[in-house]
Nanobody
Framework: VQVVESGGGLVQPGGSLRLSCAAS????????MGWSRQTPGRQREWVAR?????????????SYAASVKGRFTISRDNAKNTVYLQMTSLNPEDTAKYYC?????????WGQGTQVTVSS
């Protein structure tokens, strides 16, 4: 399984940005996909998660970190095997490298990350 993020960049406070995460490979075994973020010197912080495994009872469920709930939305385009993170009302504290991950059976696969910088 491979996951590749895109869509990062520089945005002003209060602005919006949409990140994309394209999955490829043995995607049938992916049960959930999500986003985390990390700033230098800090631990990686979980941001959002979407249950993507169609055989799971909570298929389609989403969950968010308290710091982004109400501002970020995770969604999926099944036809494109892509998960999105729509981010609104961005503030400088959201500045980080954002990483996509895919849970495949007992293994979690991570992308290389995409940088989001919120600054005026």
């Amino acid at each position: 399984v491979q996951v590749v993020e895109s869509g990062g960049g520089l945005v002003q406070p209060g602005g919006s940005l949409r990140l994309s995460c394209a999955a490829s490979g043995s995607i049938d075994g992916i049960t959930s996909m999500g986003w985390s973020r990390q700033t230098p010197g800090r631990q990686r912080e979980w941001v959002a998660r979407l249950i993507t495994g169609s055989g799971k009872t909570n298929y389609g469920n989403t969950s968010y970190a308290a710091s982004v709930k109400g501002r970020f939305t995770i969604s999926r385009d099944n036809a494109k095997n892509t998960v999105y993170l729509q981010m609104t009302s961005l503030n400088p504290e959201d500045t980080a490298k954002y990483y996509c991950n895919a849970a495949h059976f007992l293994t979690t696969y991570w992308g290389q990350g995409t940088q989001v910088t919120v600054s005026s």
